[in-house]
């Protein structure tokens, strides 16, 4: 049977198209709180119907899919797995594009050579200075795919307190420049994410780590508390 769309599949099903099938076949691991989901679900259509009848999509939603998550160490999403002759051969991390994934496809096929893995620049943390400002369209990209901790102000322009915390935020940029990324998000303009993290007072302040949130304040808080939060993560 050939697919021209993403196939859906879950930890009871995804053995049989990765593992035991006879086309090569992307894992895609991905999550109902993924940043641009339209996005991704666009590229994964335009992908599967471009290579119907030589590849395989499959899409695994992180909720239903836990013991494959674990099987393969998927500590992202959305992250895309490559297997050929049911081994994994190579694997992806980020939101991707149509032309961003046809150098993986041809790899997978057997017709060009495995790409070259660049980080992007944006999950570097800036060497010092000012607080990284991040939008709903790159929050995965910069915060949850930075290879150092994460501090992530969430603020609004109208909110008293967060104008308090924001020369600590400030300072701490410049402290941590290089060890840490040291960001902003206004939840007025970037709702999608503050959603996706229930931040629902502000200004309140999340920790990352590996992608995953490990610890969170809420209201204004003394630089040393915010400072001692992120160095135990460093």
Same mark, same amino acid.
């Given at each position: 049977?050939?697919?021209?769309? @993403?196939?859906? &599949?879950?930890?009871?099903?995804?053995?049989?198209?990765?593992?035991? %099938?006879?086309? =090569?076949? #992307?894992?895609?691991?991905?999550?109902?709180?993924?940043?641009s989901?339209?996005?991704?679900?666009?590229?994964?259509?335009?992908?599967?119907s471009?290579?119907?009848?030589?590849?395989?999509?499959?899409?695994?939603?992180?909720?239903?899919?836990?013991?494959?998550?674990?099987?393969?160490?998927?500590?992202?999403?959305?992250?895309?797995?490559?297997?050929?002759?049911?081994?994994?051969?190579?694997?992806?991390?980020?939101?991707?594009?149509?032309?961003?994934?046809?150098?993986?496809?041809?790899y997978?096929?057997?017709?060009? @050579?495995?790409? &070259?893995?660049?980080?992007?620049?944006?999950?570097?943390?800036?060497? %010092?200075?000012? =607080?990284? #400002?991040?939008?709903?369209?790159?929050?995965?990209q910069?915060?949850?795919?930075?290879?150092?901790?994460?501090l992530?102000?969430?603020?609004?322009?109208?909110?008293g307190?967060?104008?308090?915390?924001?020369?600590?935020?400030?300072?701490?940029?410049?402290?941590?420049?290089?060890?840490?990324?040291?960001?902003?998000?206004?939840?007025?303009?970037?709702?999608?994410?503050?959603?996706?993290?229930?931040?629902?007072?502000?200004?309140?302040?999340?920790?990352?780590?590996?992608?995953?949130?490990?610890?969170?304040?809420?209201?204004?808080?003394?630089?040393?508390?915010?400072?001692?939060?992120l160095?135990?993560?460093?």
């Amino acid at each position: 049977m050939q697919f021209d769309t @993403p196939v859906n &599949v879950n930890d009871s099903s995804y053995e049989r198209l990765l593992l035991q %099938g006879s086309l =090569p076949a #992307v894992g895609v691991f991905w999550s109902s709180q993924t940043t641009s989901r339209d996005q991704l679900n666009l590229v994964l259509d335009q992908v599967a119907s471009a290579y119907a009848g030589k590849a395989l999509i499959v899409k695994l939603d992180l909720a239903e899919a836990s013991r494959a998550q674990a099987q393969f160490s998927v500590d992202s999403s959305p992250q895309f797995l490559f297997f050929r002759d049911g081994k994994l051969i190579a694997r992806a991390k980020g939101m991707p594009s149509v032309e961003a994934l046809e150098p993986w496809m041809h790899y997978l096929l057997g017709e060009g @050579p495995r790409p &070259v893995t660049r980080r992007p620049t944006q999950t570097e943390p800036p060497s %010092g200075g000012h =607080p990284v #400002v991040v939008t709903d369209s790159d929050f995965d990209q910069v915060v949850l795919s930075a290879r150092t901790p994460a501090l992530v102000d969430f603020w609004a322009s109208w909110c008293g307190p967060c104008r308090m915390v924001a020369p600590i935020v400030e300072s701490l940029a410049g402290e941590f420049g290089g060890r840490a990324v040291i960001a902003k998000v206004d939840v007025d303009a970037n709702p999608r994410t503050a959603q996706r993290y229930g931040v629902q007072s502000i200004p309140t302040i999340i920790y990352f780590q590996n992608g995953r949130e490990v610890d969170r304040v809420v209201g204004v808080q003394q630089i040393e508390i915010l400072r001692q939060k992120l160095q135990g993560l460093i």
